[in-house]
Each structure stands twice: as structure tokens, then as C-alpha cells.
């Protein structure tokens, strides 16, 4: 390429906006020049000030090149990667033997720009007989998966490009962006007076001020406000019943709930006034396409399954699925969401399993008793549980408490540092990558990225540390895989695909197989060494078996294995991303299914409604009289992704954010220290004074306190003050957006 410039991808957020990067420094190993990538579908070029630093991710500081053993004393010394894929492999079947495979549980599996390695974990799992997991999703998103399947079978996504109507609730995509080109976008709809933006959030955040009704709710009790516009939208009459009569079902039943709610009254326990309600109601039934996106603010904080029900509710009873600027349902190459349906309870403390997913806050509690199912391993894989959940100190206990943990990562993190083994993996600039957040209706679009560098050391790609773990145990298909090794080398990736689903037929449990077997079959034979492409073949396979229609109109003609054939090869060879889907709002419809109405009755949610009644629950008490939104998103936050704060421009130890008031009223100035307590822990932060942030309300920002080599701290860890009972009752997501807390002056 042209002055070694490279397409790829960032790798910070869910957007993955395309970049364009120039590569020097010492052996070209840095990546000296960052640019948008006009040619990917969906950024178009468009970047945000975070992405700059990337180099700081590629060079980032403790870095790990070789596997890692704990030693007695509890340091760790390296070892060769035979020596330690045996003895993890060993210990690993030990324990699969002595207690069964269930009690191996496995934690990640890929972050905001890697997808892949959870892909190739399924066949070391099959081989352990691993059966529980988890990730992220089930600390933010299982409550919002769950009720979306009992509503539309599916998962929705809101179409903001073509909105008129645009409503954020407990989301700031000034910062966090989650729809492409954020702050470009958001400009745009401030500018245009024919649009507008409703934003549900206590702060005074970026995109609030942008916003023509801002609802500054009170922390925690978004679920009186939406109770409340739902409740003063039924009431008002004017719905569109015949909409209403052909595409949903419990609507009568639904109104009994909503009917005798006293709306002017549950939104002023949430802080707002009439006129307010009265205004953002208009607003929204003027809509002719309203988008929503509800995130943290509301999916980390009180009843928040809850708040995703009443949310969904909102906008379907005032008929916004399906049509331009409204919610849809996109294709997926693969759905990361899972089924959003509960699929059984966890074994000790019986916590529903939400799209496959353990509660992360359950997680500890699982490990930590005498419980003969308890789990017993673990396997952590591109995550920073003891970080990112809530609780790390308990959340430590537990993974020292196992008979083996094992991480597999590109640095030696706060959780990597617990762990008896750790595998270095190469980072997401030295392989082949790529994330399953594809979310666009009308273009939606996967980017496979192709590595920049080589990888570092002796790290490896996830999917070859998952292949080398599988050979090292005796139950390694290894006459299987010569085998369809012969039938690529001759019959290219059709035949190697037939051979499995032959494979497949006389034994089911080769598919949970086929990433690995597909890795070393297919995969040396593909062009440019993509080996880790090889599990995108099956994807495509299913994709064009379920929409072969938006695959044609995304430019790939013929029968579906043809299709599915050409997308494969579009994908391994274009390098800024190819469209797979184009569809249109019918696309939604099809999906939902010609005679599926959108279920309007979730009764245990139902239940909890009844319950608000109460009134807001009180969150403070004397001990601890203040509200912390714990894990805001900044202009310098990137979850753990960058490590050291040195590509922070400003604000490198993540300051707390509170009110002129409170800070006069505890007689602390800006920059000054206070510690901040709750039950679970203490920390000491530095003082922003900011009227973004009400009377008794405070927030830290997400991603900071990251130990170095040395044991120094840069900022506050969140989740050493947050507490893992304090989640929802339903799918046990983390009330981190509501910590109680108190501060204190810290005499220097
Ligand atoms: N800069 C940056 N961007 C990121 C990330 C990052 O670390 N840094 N992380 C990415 C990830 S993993 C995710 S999941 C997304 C998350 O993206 P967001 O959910 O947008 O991020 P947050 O800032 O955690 O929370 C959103 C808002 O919730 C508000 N909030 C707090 N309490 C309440 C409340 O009681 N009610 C309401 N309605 N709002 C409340 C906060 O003030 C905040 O403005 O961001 C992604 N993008
Ligand atoms: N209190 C509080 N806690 C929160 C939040 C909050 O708002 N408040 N936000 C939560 C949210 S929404 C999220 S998504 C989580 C995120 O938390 P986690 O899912 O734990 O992930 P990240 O912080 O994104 O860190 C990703 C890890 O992957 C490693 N890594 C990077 N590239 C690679 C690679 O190519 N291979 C491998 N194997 N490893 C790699 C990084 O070094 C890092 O250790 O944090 C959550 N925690
Ligand atoms: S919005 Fe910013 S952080 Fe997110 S992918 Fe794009 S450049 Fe990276
Ligand atoms: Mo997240």
C-alpha cells in the first residue's frame, strides 16, 4: 500500500469505525499516523479523538510475550508453550474427571473489537466438556436481551440515521457513540430544526446539552418516569388502536396495569415536572420516526429489566417498529445477543441464564462455598472480570480460591495477576480480527481486519493457543483433521464444508469441533495466511441458508451456497469491510414473522410495576448520604483496553465529578482530595466541582486504576466500591450507576 498506509479498524467502541494507519518507528512496529477510513460502510471516515492514541494499545505497557507460569512463591516465571498448554490441559482434564466438565467455567471471549477468540473457545470447551460461561453482556445487556425476546423473538435496534425523533435514555453517546459518526450526527440533529432529541439522564452530560427536552431525572428512578409516560399515553386515548389490534397482543390487559397509575405523581418522584411530561409526550407522538437507545444508566441501576420493558413499550405503543427511523431487526452474520431466553439456572445460587450467560454478579458467589456443583476452574479470555465486575476484592477471593485459573491475554492485567497460567495473546493488530456488532438495517456490514504487525514475542492468536490446548489433550481429533486437511487441499472450502456437515451428521458433537477443525484444515490454504478466517465459512454458510434475499441485494447472486461462497471470499479479501445485508423495514416484519404480534404482557415485570407504587426505594442513609453513578464515559475512557494513562490529554486520573454545592458544603476546591467510601471498599480521588452533576449525586469515570508493574494505581478502580448483591432480581445486572456513598476530606 501507498506510503504503508493499512486499513483496519478501532478497536475502543462497538463502532469500529475504519481507520487508515501508517506504520513506522523502531522495525515499523508503531503505528505513527492515524486517519478515518473513507471507504468503510458505516464511519465513512469519521473518527473520534480517542482513537489517535492507538498506538498506546499496540505498545502499550505490560505487554506479556510468553506463557507464564505462578511459582510457590507467587511470582511467575515463563515457560515454554508445550510445556505449559500440557500442564494446563492436564490440571484441566484432572478436574473434568474428578467433577465433571460443568465445574470448568469460562469468563469472556472477545471485548469492543475482538469477537474471534470466543469463536475458537467452544472447541477447547467441547473437548473439557466446559457447560458455563459468561461475559460482559451479562452485567449490562441480558435484562434488555430478555425482554426483548418475550416482546419480539428477536433483538431490536433503533434507526437513527433516518429518525426524526431521536430519544436517549441513561446514554451518552457524545462519549460513548454506539450509533455511527456520534458527535457528527448529534450535531447534525441539533441543526436541523425539522429533528429533535429527548435525553433521559441526571447529568448535564455532552449530548444532554444538545437535547431540546433534557428529563434530568433523579438517580435511580427512571422507572416512575417511564412509568409515567406510558401510563399518560394510555391514558390520553389517542393511540392507534387498529395498528395497535393488527401487530400486538395483551393490550387490554396492559392497560388495567397502566390506567390507574397516577402519571403527574410517579414523575414527580422521578424529578419531573407536568409541564415536562406533558412536552416530551407531545413530542414523541409527533414523531414520525422515533429511535431509542437505552444503555448504562438505565441497564446499571435500579429495575432495570424493568426500564428496558417500559422503554420497548413506549415506542410500540406508539407504533415505531418497522418503520423508517423506528426500531428494526437487522441481519446478523452472527448474533452475539444470543436467544435472549432463560435457559436453565446456575447451579448453586440458581440465578436465571439469559442467552446462554451466568449473571456476572452471581459469578463470585458461584465459586465461593462448599457447594458440591460449585465451579472449580475458570478460563478468562480478553476480559478483566476482576476489574470490570462488581466487587473485585470478592471477585479475587474467588479466582484464588479455584483449582486453576487460567488467562489468556495481551497484558498482564489485574486479573491476569491472579491467575496460575497465563497465555500471551497476540493484540488485535498482530492477527486476523473482527466483532459480530453489526447492527445496520438498511447496509449492514462485517469487517474482517488483516494484521499490521507480526505478532509480538512468543504470543500467538487465540486461535492458535486454543488449537495448541486441544492437541495437548488426548482427546485431539487428530485423524479427523488430516483427514478434512486432505479434502481442502483438493476440494477447496466447499468440500472441506461438506466433509464436516458429514461429518456433523454421524456426530453431533463435531460442530461444537468445527472452528479448530476448520483452523487447520481450511485454514493454512487461505489467501494471505488468513488462518483465523476459516470459521467465517460456516457463518456465511447459515447466513445465506437464512437471507439469501438481503445477501442479493447486497450484490452476491446465485443459490445460497454460491452466495455464501463469494461473501466468504469478499470477506477475507476486502480490507475496509463488505456490506452482506440490504434490507428494508419488510426485512423486519419478515423476521418478526407474518403472523407473530408483538407481545405486550411480561407479568413478573408486570408485578415489579405494581410495586413502584411504594415510591422510589431510598438508596443513601446517613452513613453513606451520597449517590455515585460509578463508571462514567469519558473523553479519555476506554474500558481496560489502553492500560497506561499516558494517552490521556487530560483528566489522567479520572476525577470525581461533583456539584458546587456539595463540594462548598464539604469545604473541598477543585483538584483537591477527598476519599470516597461505601460499604464494599474506600479509595482516594481527586475533585472536579461541575454543575453537570445534581445536589447529591457524583459520578467516577469506567476504565481507570490500573496497577502497574510496580503496584501505582492511576485513578480510582470503580469496582473495588461497588457490591455484587446489589443487582436485579431478574437478570442480575449490577446497580453501578447507584452506589451509596460518602465522602471525606483527606487532612494532607
Ligand atoms: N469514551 C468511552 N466510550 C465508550 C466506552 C468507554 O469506556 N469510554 N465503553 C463502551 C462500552 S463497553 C459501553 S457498554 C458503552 C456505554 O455507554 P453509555 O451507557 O452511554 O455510558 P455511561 O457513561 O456509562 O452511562 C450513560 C449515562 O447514564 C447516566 N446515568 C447515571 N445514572 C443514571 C440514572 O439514574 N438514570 C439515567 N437515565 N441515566 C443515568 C450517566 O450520567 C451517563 O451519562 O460505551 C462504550 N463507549
Ligand atoms: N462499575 C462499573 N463497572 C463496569 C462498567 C461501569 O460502567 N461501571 N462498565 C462495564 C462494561 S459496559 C463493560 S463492557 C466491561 C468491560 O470489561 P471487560 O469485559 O473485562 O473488558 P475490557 O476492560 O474491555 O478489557 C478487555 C481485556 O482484553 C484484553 N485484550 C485486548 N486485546 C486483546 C486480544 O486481542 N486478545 C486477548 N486475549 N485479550 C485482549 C485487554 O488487555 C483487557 O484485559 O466493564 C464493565 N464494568
Ligand atoms: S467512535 Fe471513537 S472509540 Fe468508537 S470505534 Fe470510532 S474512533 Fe474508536
Ligand atoms: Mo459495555
Avoid at 405494581?610 to 463508571?631: D, I, N
Wanted: include cysteine; charge should be negative.
Amino acid at each position: 500500500m501507498d506510503n504503508n498506509w493499512h486499513s483496519s479498524a478501532c478497536i475502543l467502541c462497538e463502532n469500529n469505525c475504519g481507520i487508515k494507519v501508517q506504520l513506522g518507528g523502531e522495525q515499523g512496529r508503531e503505528i505513527v499516523r492515524i486517519r478515518g477510513d473513507e471507504e468503510h460502510p458505516a464511519s465513512a471516515g469519521y473518527l473520534c479523538q480517542k482513537a489517535s492514541g492507538l498506538n498506546h494499545y499496540q505498545n502499550g505497557r505490560d505487554r506479556i510475550t510468553t506463557p507464564l507460569k505462578r511459582q510457590a512463591d507467587g511470582s511467575f516465571a515463563p515457560i515454554p508453550w508445550d510445556q505449559a498448554c500440557r500442564e494446563i490441559m492436564d490440571r484441566f482434564t484432572a478436574i473434568r474427571d474428578q467433577h465433571g466438565g460443568d465445574k470448568i467455567f469460562y469468563y469472556g471471549g472477545g471485548g469492543q473489537g475482538n469477537h474471534l477468540p470466543g469463536a475458537f473457545a467452544v472447541a477447547t470447551r467441547a473437548i473439557l466438556g466446559s457447560r458455563y460461561r459468561s461475559n460482559a453482556l451479562a452485567q449490562e445487556k441480558t435484562g434488555e436481551f430478555w425482554v426483548n425476546a418475550q416482546m419480539f423473538g428477536h433483538q431490536v435496534r433503533g434507526d437513527f440515521e433516518h429518525c426524526d425523533v431521536a430519544f436517549f435514555i441513561g446514554k451518552n453517546p457524545w462519549q460513548s457513540h454506539g450509533v455511527p459518526r456520534a458527535r457528527a450526527f448529534l450535531k447534525d440533529l441539533h441543526k436541523d430544526p425539522k429533528r429533535h432529541m429527548i435525553v433521559v439522564d441526571p447529568v448535564l452530560t455532552e449530548t444532554a446539552k444538545l437535547a431540546d427536552i433534557h428529563l434530568r431525572v433523579r438517580p435511580g428512578t427512571d422507572a416512575w418516569l417511564l412509568t409515567a409516560l406510558v401510563a399518560q399515553l394510555i391514558q390520553s386515548g389517542n393511540l392507534d388502536d387498529s395498528w395497535l389490534q393488527d401487530h400486538t397482543e395483551g393490550l387490554e390487559q396492559l392497560r388495567e396495569y397502566f390506567l390507574g397509575v397516577d402519571a403527574v405523581a410517579y414523575a414527580a418522584m422521578a424529578g419531573i415536572s407536568e409541564t415536562q411530561l406533558a412536552e416530551t409526550l407531545a413530542l414523541l407522538k409527533s414523531a414520525r420516526g422515533l429511535a431509542v437507545f437505552e444503555d448504562l444508566g438505565v441497564q446499571m441501576n435500579r429495575h432495570s429489566s424493568l426500564n428496558s420493558y417500559l422503554e420497548k413499550l413506549l415506542w410500540v405503543l406508539l407504533g415505531h417498529f418497522g418503520v423508517p427511523g423506528g426500531q428494526n431487526i437487522p441481519a446478523q452474520l452472527q448474533n452475539v445477543a444470543g436467544s435472549g431466553r432463560v435457559s436453565g439456572a446456575t447451579p448453586v445460587t440458581q440465578a436465571p441464564i439469559i442467552s446462554g450467560l451466568v449473571p456476572c454478579n452471581v459469578i463470585a458467589e458461584e465459586i465461593l462455598n462448599d457447594h458440591p456443583d460449585r465451579f472449580r476452574a475458570i478460563l478468562i479470555e480478553a476480559a478483566n472480570p476482576v476489574h470490570s465486575l462488581a466487587g473485585s476484592d470478592h471477585f479475587r477471593k474467588a479466582l484464588r480460591s479455584l483449582d486453576l485459573t487460567v488467562v489468556i491475554d495481551i497484558a498482564m492485567t489485574e486479573t491476569a495477576s491472579e491467575a496460575d497460567y497465563v497465555l500471551p495473546a497476540a493484540t488485535q493488530y498482530e492477527k486476523w480480527e473482527a466483532t459480530f456488532f453489526n447492527f445496520e438495517l438498511h447496509a449492514n456490514y462485517f469487517h474482517l481486519r488483516k494484521p499490521l504487525f507480526a505478532a509480538l514475542g512468543d504470543s500467538l492468536p487465540e486461535a492458535e493457543i486454543h488449537a495448541r490446548l486441544i492437541e495437548a489433550s488426548a482427546d485431539a481429533p487428530v485423524a479427523l483433521v488430516a483427514k478434512l486437511k486432505q479434502v481442502a487441499e483438493s476440494d477447496g472450502p466447499q468440500g472441506v464444508m461438506e466433509a464436516l456437515l458429514g461429518e456433523m451428521g454421524q456426530d453431533s458433537s463435531v460442530a461444537r469441533m468445527a472452528s479448530y477443525l476448520l483452523y487447520r484444515s481450511l485454514g493454512p490454504l487461505l489467501p494471505d495466511n488468513a488462518r483465523e478466517a476459516a470459521v467465517l465459512l460456516p457463518l456465511a454458510l447459515q447466513f445465506a441458508g437464512r437471507e439469501s434475499e438481503s445477501l442479493a441485494r447486497a450484490g452476491y447472486a446465485g443459490d445460497p451456497v454460491s452466495q455464501a461462497l463469494a461473501l466468504f471470499d469478499a470477506m477475507t479479501k476486502q480490507h475496509s469491510g463488505v456490506v452482506f445485508a440490504r434490507d428494508t423495514e419488510q426485512d423486519s416484519w419478515r423476521r418478526l414473522g407474518p403472523d407473530r404480534p408483538i407481545n405486550l404482557v411480561i407479568p413478573p415485570l408486570l408485578a415489579e410495576l405494581e410495586g413502584l407504587s411504594k415510591g422510589p426505594e431510598t438508596m443513601t442513609s446517613s452513613q453513606y448520604p451520597f449517590v455515585l453513578s460509578a463508571g462514567e464515559r469519558r473523553d479519555y475512557s476506554a474500558n481496560t483496553i489502553y492500560r497506561g494513562p499516558e494517552w490521556r490529554r487530560k483528566d489522567r486520573t479520572g476525577a470525581l465529578r461533583i456539584n458546587p454545592e456539595d463540594a462548598r458544603s464539604l469545604g473541598v476546591q477543585d483538584n483537591e482530595q477527598l476519599r470516597v467510601t461505601s460499604e464494599a471498599g474506600t479509595a482516594i480521588t481527586c475533585v472536579q466541582i461541575s454543575d453537570r452533576m445534581m445536589p447529591g449525586h457524583l459520578s467516577l469515570p469506567n476504565g481507570f486504576g490500573l496497577d502497574n508493574a510496580n503496584g501505582e494505581r492511576s485513578g480510582v478502580a470503580v469496582n473495588e466500591l461497588t457490591s455484587p448483591g446489589h443487582r436485579d432480581k431478574f437478570a442480575g445486572t449490577p446497580f453501578h450507576k447507584s452506589v451509596a456513598v460518602r465522602l471525606e476530606r483527606v487532612e494532607s
